[in-house]
């Protein structure tokens, strides 16, 4: 019985709403939009502004889909998936940049409000313009759930 009850207590997933938007600030600063389509799947939209030095920056909107992990911890998961960026540099380097994607991330929902809080590791390989792998990508993001 307390196996069973371990088997279906790690297959339950604690995420308990559908979309939310939102705040990421870190690396770079920006608007966020989540959907789950299916209780450990979302898609994230991130439309942000990086300013790289004092006369160049780049606006980007980014689209990454999520596989979430629960924890057993309710309110909390691991997520992680591919995606893909597309922007303009205004600077030095003005034109158009395109990346492929990843993010790893741990997210909770607080149960009393409609308040989730997550922090992301978003590295990127840039494929168009200043091409090559870029780590430094780090945010946190307070959504609103909807």
């Known amino acids: 019985i307390i196996l069973l009850f371990t088997i279906i207590c790690s297959t339950?997933?604690?995420?308990?709403?559908?979309n939310a938007i939102g705040l990421r600030?870190?690396?770079s600063i920006g608007a966020s939009y989540k959907e789950f389509i299916s209780k450990d799947r979302a898609i994230e939209g991130i439309l942000d502004l990086d300013i790289l030095k004092k006369d160049e920056m780049k606006l980007k909107l980014s689209g990454i889909y999520q596989?979430?992990?629960?924890?057993?911890v309710d309110g909390l998961s691991l997520y992680a998936g591919p995606g893909a960026s597309a922007g303009i540099y205004?600077?030095?380097?003005?034109?158009?940049?395109?990346s492929i994607?990843?993010?790893?991330?741990?997210?909770?929902?607080?149960?009393s409000s409609p308040i989730a809080i997550s922090f992301d590791w978003n590295?990127?390989?840039?494929?168009?313009?200043?091409?090559?792998?870029?780590?430094?990508?780090?945010?946190?993001?307070?959504?609103?759930?909807?």
């Open 25 to 27: 600030i870190g690396s």
């Open 90 to 98: 205004v600077g030095d380097s003005s034109g158009f940049m395109m």
């Open 67 to 72: 596989f979430h992990y629960n924890v057993n």
């Open 12 to 18: 339950i997933y604690s995420q308990n709403y559908t």
């Open 101 to 111: 994607d990843g993010m790893a991330g741990i997210e909770y929902k607080f149960h």
């Open 123 to 146: 590295p990127k390989v840039q494929i168009i313009t200043d091409a090559g792998f870029k780590p430094n990508n780090f945010g946190l993001t307070i959504r609103y759930t909807l």
